[in-house]
C-alpha cells in the first residue's frame, strides 16, 4: 500500500512496522529521461512491497548532484539539507510507530550522505534503517548482460526505466559515452552518459532489459529478505 493513499485510520489498523522508500536525484542521463534515478528505484520497491507487507513511503526526487550540475534540467539539494531531510522526515514517522525503513536508492551521488543521515536516524530515534544501492547490487549481472554498457545512463539504468515505462525503448549503444578514469575528475562531466569501463558495449534492447530487470529484482528481494530476517532475530547468532 502507498502511504499518500492510506487514512490515517487504515495506518493505525495495519499496524505499519516496517516501511520501503525510494530516493533518488534529477539530473540528466543522456538517452534515458532526467528522472531515471527516481524511476528506477521506485519501480522495485513498488514491485516488491507487496511481498514484504511493506508500506511505500512517497518517492524522494531531489538529491545531490555534482559532475552533472551542468546540464539542463537539473535539481539538487546541499548536502546538508539533504542529511537534514532524511533524518527529520524518518524521525517523525518513527513517531507513528514505524520501526524499520529501507531506502531504495536510485542516484550514487546520494549514497554517502545519505548513508551517514540513516546511521544517525538508528541512534537517535531507534529506527533500524537499510540503504540498497541497486546499481551495484547488480553490477556483475549488468557486465555479464551489457558490457560496459552499464553506468550513468546505460543500458542497466534504462532497463529500470523500460521495466517503470514500457514504451520507453530507446536507441543507445554506448558509442557516445563518456569513459569514466582512475584518477580524472570533471566538473562538469563532458558527456552526460558515463560507463565505468572499456569493454565492448552492447546495444539496448527490450528483450535484454527485461531479463536484467528480473534477475537484478530477485537479487534485491533476496537481499531485503535477509536484512528483515536478521533483524527480526535481533542481530544475535543462532544458538
Known amino acids: 500500500m502507498k502511504l499518500l493513499r492510506m487514512t490515517t485510520h487504515e495506518f493505525v489498523k495495519l499496524d505499519v512496522s516496517l516501511c520501503f522508500w525510494p530516493v ?49 534540467g537539473g535539481m539538487w539539494l546541499q548536502s546538508e539539507t539533504y542529511r537534514s531531510m532524511i533524518v527529520e522526515l524518518l524521525d ?18 546520494n549514497s554517502k550522505t545519505l548513508s551517514e543521515a540513516l546511521s544517525e536516524v538508528w541512534k537517535s530515534c531507534g ?67 558515463i560507463r565505468y569501463s572499456d569493454g565492448e558495449a552492447k546495444p539496448f534492447s527490450a528483450e535484454a532489459a527485461s531479463v536484467y530487470y528480473g534477475r537484478l529484482r530477485d537479487r534485491v528481494r533476496g537481499i531485503v529478505s535477509d536484512i528483515l530476517e536478521g533483524w527480526s532475530a535481533g542481530g544475535r547468532p543462532d544458538e
Open 24 to 72: 533518488g536525484t534529477v539530473e540528466a542521463h543522456d538517452a534515458g529521461p532526467l528522472g531515471t534515478d527516481v524511476l528506477a528505484p521506485e519501480k522495485l520497491a513498488e514491485d516488491l512491497a507487496p511481498e514484504f507487507g511493506a508500506v511505500l513511503l512517497p518517492t524522494l526526487p531531489f538529491g545531490l548532484v555534482n559532475s552533472l550540475s551542468g546540464y539542463p
Open 127 to 193: 529506527v533500524k534503517t537499510a540503504l540498497v544501492d541497486w546499481w551495484v547490487v547488480g553490477d556483475d549481472i549488468a557486465r555479464e548482460m551489457f558490457g560496459s554498457s552499464a553506468g550513468h545512463g546505460g543500458s542497466d539504468e534504462l532497463a529500470l526505466v523500460h521495466a517503470a515505462i514500457p514504451d520507453f525503448v530507446p536507441e543507445w549503444d554506448g558509442s557516445g559515452s563518456w569513459l569514466d578514469r582512475e584518477g580524472v575528475r570533471t566538473y562538469p562531466v563532458p558527456v552526460c552518459s
Open 92 to 109: 517523525s514517522l518513527s513517531i507513528s510507530g514505524v520501526e524499520r525503513v529501507v531506502v531504495f536508492n536510485g542516484h550514487g551521488g
